[in-house]
C-alpha cells in the first residue's frame, strides 16, 4: 500500500499569495486607468520653483455631468453646462504635519493675460492650467499636484461611504442648495452633503461656506480612510470606482499621489495640522466683476512664506 502524501500548505500557501498579489496589482492599475487626466502643468516665465514639501491644488468645480434629471432636480444644481468653480483649496503636505487652505472664489487677483478679477474667474477663462498659474503667481507656492471633482462625483463618493457625520450647530435652510437641515449631528448622504458644501445662506455667505468645504473634506476622507470603509468590500470597492471615475487629475498624477492626499488628510483630522481660509483683508467692488474680497496682504504674505520655506505655521491662522 501506497504511503499517504501529505498536504503540500507550503505549496498552496505560495499559490494563494501570488494570486492575491496579482489581484492587487491589477486592481491598482485598473483603477488608475480610470483616473481622468488633463494637462494642467506648464512652465511659463517667472513660475516659482520648486519647494520644500507636496503642494495640491484642490477644486470644486459645479459640472453636472453624470447627474440625471431627477437627480438636478432632487438636488437643486440646475441645468448649467460646462463647469466652473466655486472651491479651491491649497494643500501643503510637509515636516511639520498638513495646511488646508481655502482660497475664496472672490479673491481679487491678478490674472495672466486679463485684468484683475475674482479668482474663479481665471478657471472661466481658461479652465485649470490658468487657474494654477494664477494660485502660483499669488501665493508664490509651486503647485506640485491637481485634483478635481464635479456635483457627480461628489454625490457618489459620499454615498459609497455610507454617508458623512457632521455636527451641524443651526438650521440650514437654503432652496438654492436643495436642503433644510434640522441643528445637530447627524450623517449626510450625498444630496444632502452635496447642499451642505454649496449653500451660502449665511451672514459671512461664502466665507463660511468654505469652512463648511474644508470640515466636510476632512470628515469624508477621515471616513473613507476608516477600518469599516477599507475592510468593507461592499464600501471600499463602490468608493474607489466612483473616486476614480470622478477625478480629474493632472496627466502625470497616478493612484500613489491621490493616497498619499488621502493619509495626509487624514492627519489633518486627527490633529496633525491645520486648517484655515487666506487671511482677509477688506472688499470691493468693480465695473464688470462685482463685488469682491481682498487678501490682507500682511498676513497672507506670512502665510505662504511659511508654506513656501515648509516652516510651521502659526496657531494664530487656524484650529490644528
Known amino acids: 500500500m501506497r504511503p499517504r502524501r501529505r498536504p503540500r500548505w507550503g505549496r498552496r500557501l505560495l499559490i494563494a499569495f501570488l494570486v492575491l498579489l496579482l489581484l492587487l496589482v491589477g486592481s491598482y492599475f485598473y483603477l488608475d486607468s480610470r483616473l481622468h487626466r488633463i494637462d494642467v502643468f506648464e512652465d511659463y516665465a517667472g513660475r516659482p520653483g520648486d519647494t520644500p514639501g507636496t503642494n495640491w491644488l484642490i477644486v470644486g468645480s459645479d459640472s453636472r455631468e453624470g447627474l440625471s434629471s431627477a437627480q438636478r432636480k432632487e438636488f437643486s444644481t440646475g441645468k448649467a453646462a460646462g463647469r466652473r468653480t466655486d472651491t479651491m483649496m491649497l494643500l501643503h503636505i510637509g515636516d511639520h504635519g498638513t495646511t488646508l487652505v481655502s482660497l475664496p472664489r472672490d479673491s481679487y487677483v491678478p490674472i495672466p493675460g486679463h485684468s484683475p478679477n475674482k479668482l474663479n474667474a481665471a478657471f472661466a477663462f481658461g479652465g485649470p492650467k490658468l487657474l494654477v498659474r494664477t494660485v502660483e503667481q499669488a501665493t508664490k507656492i509651486h503647485i506640485d499636484h491637481y485634483a478635481e471633482i464635479g456635483f457627480a462625483g461628489f454625490v457618489g463618493m459620499t454615498d459609497a461611504v455610507g454617508g458623512v457625520k457632521m455636527c451641524i450647530p443651526e438650521r440650514m435652510k437654503d432652496p438654492k442648495a436643495g436642503i433644510d437641515l434640522k441643528p445637530g449631528c447627524q450623517t449626510l448622504k450625498g444630496g ?90 477688506g472688499t470691493g467692488s468693480a465695473a464688470g466683476v462685482g463685488e469682491y474680497i481682498t487678501w490682507d496682504t500682511a498676513r497672507a504674505g506670512t502665510l505662504f512664506r511659511d508654506l513656501r520655506e515648509d516652516q510651521p505655521v502659526p496657531r494664530s491662522f487656524g484650529t490644528r
Open 192 to 281: 444632502q452633503a452635496l447642499g451642505f458644501v454649496r449653500s451660502r445662506a449665511f451672514a459671512r455667505a461664502d466665507l463660511e461656506r468654505v469652512e463648511n468645504q474644508r470640515k466636510f473634506l476632512a470628515a469624508l476622507v477621515h471616513k473613507a480612510t476608516s477600518p469599516s470603509v477599507l475592510l468593507n468590500p461592499f464600501r471600499i470597492i463602490p468608493f474607489a470606482l466612483r473616486s476614480t471615475d470622478n477625478f480629474a487629475v493632472d496627466q502625470d498624477d497616478h493612484l500613489y499621489n491621490l493616497a498619499g492626499f488621502a493619509w495626509a488628510m487624514r492627519g489633518v483630522t486627527q490633529g496633525d495640522g491645520l486648517t484655515t481660509t487666506v487671511p482677509i483683508g
